[in-house]
């Protein structure tokens, strides 16, 4: 039996994970529960593997193995997942296929974005990479970008990362977005709305977020999926 405030987290982690690839940060799971301090959260984290319902993978930061969720709701549909962090292939999910039967679609790899201070924006393709049909959804556009930078590592993105990213100009409150910052150069931050203002927040304490009129960033995407090499 969870508490209110562990299905709350459970569920909030699950919702994040389906919608950005990501798991949130520690930051954003104590404002999504509004609570005062990140050491609620590990306590909460705590009791959820001491209950079975996650497992924290050793040695990665923030790698957490969903391994099952409360009735109400697997009924809403959900299948466990590793969240960040390599899989344990010795023990493979149920209803796991093989890799050589899932259906892979090329993206072009369109140069480099910044995961810190922003660079020169994208140009054009400079090669293709394979991304799991599964990870793009049945409709839009995308396109691939290489990491540069360590700004985000906090949401499980580091450099040299290949991130899937669906193309579209505009994007809710919280999300990972590529960001046109005065038409000339481009990064990937978490976009915040403050009024007029659009803040560009980074994913490690040693960057500071930068905050912009709304007329001087364009959103030109979404992250969808993240691809890493080992």
């Given at each position: 039996m969870?508490?209110?405030?562990?299905r709350e987290?459970?569920?909030?982690i699950?919702?994040?994970?389906?919608?950005?690839g990501v798991p949130?940060s520690f930051?954003e799971?104590?404002e999504?529960l509004?609570?005062?301090?990140?050491?609620?959260?590990?306590r909460?984290?705590?009791?959820l593997e001491?209950?079975?319902f996650i497992?924290?993978?050793?040695?990665?930061?923030?790698?957490i193995?969903?391994?099952?969720l409360p009735d109400a709701?697997?009924r809403?549909?959900?299948s466990?997942r590793?969240?960040?962090?390599?899989?344990?292939?010795?023990?493979?999910?149920?209803?796991?296929?093989?890799?050589?039967?899932?259906h892979?679609l090329?993206?072009?790899?369109?140069?480099?974005?910044a995961?810190?201070?922003p660079?020169e924006?994208i140009?054009h393709a400079?090669?293709?990479?394979?991304v799991?049909?599964?990870?793009?959804?049945s409709s839009?556009?995308?396109?691939?970008?290489?990491?540069?930078g360590?700004?985000?590592?906090?949401?499980?993105?580091n450099d040299g990362?290949?991130?899937?990213i669906r193309e579209?100009?505009s994007?809710?409150n919280?999300d990972?977005?590529?960001?046109?910052?005065e038409d000339?150069e481009?990064?990937l931050?978490?976009l915040?709305?403050?009024?007029?203002m659009?803040?560009?927040?980074a994913a490690?304490?040693?960057y500071?977020t930068r905050?912009?009129r709304?007329?001087?960033v364009?959103?030109?995407?979404?992250?969808?999926g993240l691809i890493r090499n080992y």
């Amino acid at each position: 039996m969870l508490t209110q405030k562990q299905r709350e987290l459970l569920e909030f982690i699950h919702k994040r994970l389906q919608r950005d690839g990501v798991p949130p940060s520690f930051d954003e799971m104590k404002e999504a529960l509004d609570l005062r301090s990140k050491s609620g959260i590990h306590r909460l984290i705590t009791a959820l593997e001491e209950r079975g319902f996650i497992n924290r993978l050793a040695h990665r930061a923030r790698a957490i193995e969903v391994i099952k969720l409360p009735d109400a709701i697997e009924r809403g549909g959900f299948s466990p997942r590793v969240i960040d962090g390599e899989a344990d292939n010795s023990n493979p999910p149920r209803d796991a296929m093989p890799v050589e039967a899932a259906h892979a679609l090329e993206l072009p790899v369109m140069g480099r974005i910044a995961a810190g201070t922003p660079i020169e924006a994208i140009s054009h393709a400079s090669r293709n990479v394979a991304v799991p049909g599964s990870m793009l959804g049945s409709s839009g556009h995308h396109y691939a970008l290489e990491v540069k930078g360590d700004s985000m590592i906090e949401a499980g993105i580091n450099d040299g990362d290949i991130v899937v990213i669906r193309e579209q100009s505009s994007a809710d409150n919280g999300d990972i977005v590529v960001a046109l910052v005065e038409d000339h150069e481009a990064t990937l931050k978490r976009l915040r709305r403050r009024g007029d203002m659009i803040a560009l927040e980074a994913a490690n304490p040693a960057y500071e977020t930068r905050v912009y009129r709304a007329d001087q960033v364009k959103v030109q995407g979404r992250l969808v999926g993240l691809i890493r090499n080992y």
